[in-house]
């Protein structure tokens, strides 16, 4: 009697031991046994047969549906393909329910951003989903599928093949302002200039970029871009803000270049320009002799030089107690007179060489 006991104590052992092992290969097989019984689907697709140009948004589907249920998170691989920028901007499904054959679905819908970088074509290999539905029976299951392959082309219409760049959405604006009037410019003033650039189905990394100009007597200092984007209802918005701030160091007159920027509508289907017009100040005043007032970006460079003069000073101190050869302390009072001599060029302002500085006819 105990013998038949403990024979079917080894047996249970054995099972549960097969089965925890074994677990793993079930969930797969009951993950594909649903694909196979037509249960579990997924499908892919780009939305709209519409002309594709470079840096248009492109939405890529994947759709998955059960005619069970959910039960735990779906997670996107998202691939690496060459000359393609693929993101996730939203990051919960749509979802819903649908009648097909009589059967009722529940439905996941996932958009893919994807923005082709060059003219060509595209194929996007298919895309690895993990998913956990409900198996029926058998409980939950979790696994991985695998979407169909997606292909796609973006060519270059005829009104952009002279274009070197553009935007493309289906809404863009730039726009440019400052913070105080220019009319009232002397030396020594400072003014921030702030251009934004605004679209839709874009990122604000992909907006253009706005370059400080380098004109003598304007000193430029530019700050990092500022960078937003905003999803509201899959309606995707973004905006590159750049802010430059200037210091007047020489009265003239001075001219900020207008620059010009390509708008392919995606909408319309059509090229438009858009245009920061050049802006025009006149600086006032005489160039100034007196030290720059505490704490401004001036004071700031004569503090660096004054700060190398001192450590070349000391250290030519230093080589001339140790007794070092008479080569290394002319090599040090060389370097201390150069220093010096800057210190006197940053104190000494230029007239400016010419009344626009910078502006059109240099070209």
Same mark, same amino acid.
């Given at each position: ?5 403990? #024979? %079917?104590?080894?047996? @249970?052992?054995?099972?549960? =031991? ?15 046994? @649903? ?14 047969? #519409? ?28 691939? *690496? ?11 919960? +499904? ?7 054959? %009589?059967?009722?679905? $529940? ?21 690895? =989903?993990?998913?956990? $539905? ?21 060519? $270059?219409? *005829? ?19 400052? &913070?105080?009037? @220019?009319?009232?410019?002397? $030396? ?10 605004? +679209?839709?189905?874009?990122? +604000?990394?992909?907006?253009? &970029?706005? =370059? ?6 304007? !000193? ?6 500022? @960078?937003?984007?905003?999803?509201? #209802? ?20 001075? =001219? ?9 509508? !995606? ?62 302390? #002319? ?33």
């Amino acid at each position: 009697m105990m013998h038949k006991e403990t #024979r %079917g104590h080894t047996l @249970l052992y054995s099972f549960v =031991v097969i089965v925890f092992f074994l677990s793993p290969y079930t969930a797969a097989n009951t993950l594909k046994a @649903l694909e196979d019984s037509g249960d579990l689907r997924i499908n892919s697709y780009i939305d709209g047969a #519409r002309t594709i140009v470079p840096g248009q948004r492109v939405a890529l589907t994947l759709e998955i549906a059960t005619t069970t249920w959910f039960t735990g998170g779906t997670k996107i691989v998202i691939p *690496e393909v060459h000359n393609l920028i693929i993101l996730q901007t939203e990051q919960f +499904a749509a979802n819903a329910t649908e009648t097909r054959d %009589g059967h009722t679905w $529940v439905i996941q819908r996932w958009t893919l951003d994807v923005y082709p970088q060059r003219a060509g074509n595209f194929s996007i290999q298919p895309i690895a =989903v993990q998913v956990q $539905v409900n198996s029926g029976d058998g409980g939950n299951t979790k696994g991985r599928l695998f979407s169909p392959p997606v292909t796609f082309q973006a060519t $270059v219409p *005829e009104a952009l093949s002279k274009a070197d760049s553009w935007t493309a959405a289906p809404a863009f604006s730039v726009t440019q302002r400052f &913070d105080r009037d @220019l009319a009232t410019l002397s $030396v020594g003033d400072a003014f921030q200039q702030i251009i934004a650039f605004k +679209a839709e189905d874009v990122r +604000a990394m992909m907006l253009p &970029d706005y =370059v400080a100009e380098l004109l003598p007597g304007l !000193t430029a200092y530019p700050a990092p871009p500022e @960078l937003d984007n905003s999803v509201n #209802r899959g309606q995707i918005r973004a905006e590159r803000r750049i802010r430059i701030n200037y210091i007047t160091e020489q009265p003239g007159a001075y =001219v900020l270049k207008g620059r010009d920027y390509f708008w392919w509508n !995606t909408a319309r289907r059509e090229l438009s320009l858009l245009s920061i017009p050049p802006t025009s100040f006149t600086v006032a005043g005489a160039v100034s002799t007196r030290m720059p007032e505490p704490g401004s970006t001036l004071t700031v460079r004569y503090m660096a030089i004054g700060a190398i003069v001192l450590a070349f000073t000391l250290v030519a101190l230093r080589l001339a107690r140790s007794g070092l050869p008479a080569w290394a302390w #002319r090599t040090a009072r060389a370097a201390i007179t150069r220093a010096k001599r800057q210190w006197r060029e940053w104190r000494k302002p230029a007239l400016a060489t010419r009344l626009n500085p910078g502006g059109s006819d240099e070209d």
